[in-house]
């Protein structure tokens, strides 16, 4: 029904940025919320950031607070998340996700289960 697509990870040092980009085909994302989660070996998925169907309101992980900004596009089917001030603890593999059908609330938006679709995963790695 919708494929998500990540790209822009990489091999970075602490301190500097990285931009994930997550394009979707099979249907329009206008009308989804998106989210971005983590995940490393050995541990369950974190929520990062979401952001509402519009792009008008947008909440962030206690980690993300500061350093990353989520956004969107609507007429280019995408869905960033611009990380700053990278750390170690950052390394994970990112994953996008949508929901047609998502309260904006706080308890639904940063819950991985309140998500429908999923992209493959970009693997990104902060070096100290």
């Known amino acids: 029904q919708v494929q998500l697509v990540e790209s822009g990870g990489g091999l970075v040092q602490a301190g500097n940025s990285l931009r994930l980009s997550c394009t979707a085909s099979?249907?329009?994302?206008?009308?989804?919320?998106m989210g971005w989660f983590r995940q490393t070996p050995g541990k369950e998925r974190e929520f990062v950031a979401a952001i509402s169907q519009t792009g008008i309101s947008t909440y962030y992980a206690d980690s993300a607070k500061g350093r990353f900004t989520i956004s969107r596009d609507n007429a280019k089917n995408t869905v960033y998340l611009q990380m700053n001030s990278l750390k170690p603890e950052d390394t994970a593999v990112y994953y996008c996700?949508?929901?047609?059908?998502?309260?904006?609330?706080?308890?639904?938006?940063?819950?991985?289960?309140?998500?429908?679709?999923w992209g493959q995963g970009t693997q990104v790695t902060v070096s100290s």
């Open positions: 996700a949508a929901d047609p059908a998502q309260r904006f609330v706080t308890q639904v938006v940063t819950s991985a289960r309140s998500y429908d679709y």
């Open positions: 099979g249907r329009t994302l206008g009308n989804y919320v």
